[in-house]
């Protein structure tokens, strides 16, 4: 497994239990609108990350062998489903509580500067 596959894979783990606590603040407090937003959101931040880990390894695959050139690093997408994640809570605010998903989309980048700063001081070793 390379050392990029390993960062993604823990930082999934953190998410994951990121979305299992939210799923219970859904089930048991009155705030269910605000807590799907953040469900919504904190999905779209994971399948972001995915989509960022997955063309990462592709981008430094093309380097290593070379003569191949990968465009990008799916910049788009992600903002695509981002957006798409935002118009999906205002077409159904009484589901969705919009800035939930706004705080849920920067779920990955909050976990990945946590991550980060623990792997600096080596606390994962």
Same mark, same amino acid.
């Given at each position: 497994?390379?050392?990029?596959?390993?960062?993604?894979?823990?930082?999934?783990?953190?998410?994951?239990?990121?979305?299992?606590?939210?799923? $219970? %603040?859904?089930?048991?407090?009155?705030?269910?609108? !605000?807590?799907?937003?953040? =469900?919504?959101?904190?999905?779209?931040?994971? +399948?972001?990350?995915?989509?960022?880990?997955?063309r990462?390894?592709?981008?430094?695959?093309?380097?290593?062998?070379?003569?191949?050139?990968?465009?990008? $690093? %799916?910049?788009?997408?992600?903002?695509?489903?981002? !957006?798409?994640?935002?118009? =999906?809570?205002?077409?159904?605010?009484?589901? +969705?509580?919009?800035?939930?998903?706004?705080?849920?989309?920067?779920a990955?980048?909050?976990?990945?500067?946590?991550?980060?700063f623990?792997?600096?001081?080596?606390?994962?070793?």
């Amino acid at each position: 497994m390379t050392e990029l596959s390993e960062v993604y894979a823990r930082q999934r783990k953190y998410i994951f239990f990121i979305l299992a606590i939210l799923v $219970l %603040g859904w089930g048991f407090t009155d705030y269910q609108t !605000i807590f799907l937003g953040l =469900i919504l959101g904190t999905a779209i931040s994971l +399948f972001n990350l995915w989509n960022l880990a997955r063309r990462t390894e592709k981008f430094g695959e093309a380097v290593v062998k070379g003569g191949r050139k990968k465009r990008s $690093l %799916g910049m788009f997408t992600r903002m695509a489903a981002s !957006i798409a994640g935002v118009i =999906i809570a205002m077409e159904f605010p009484e589901y +969705f509580h919009v800035l939930s998903v706004v705080i849920g989309l920067m779920a990955a980048y909050i976990v990945i500067m946590i991550d980060s700063f623990l792997q600096l001081f080596n606390v994962h070793k």
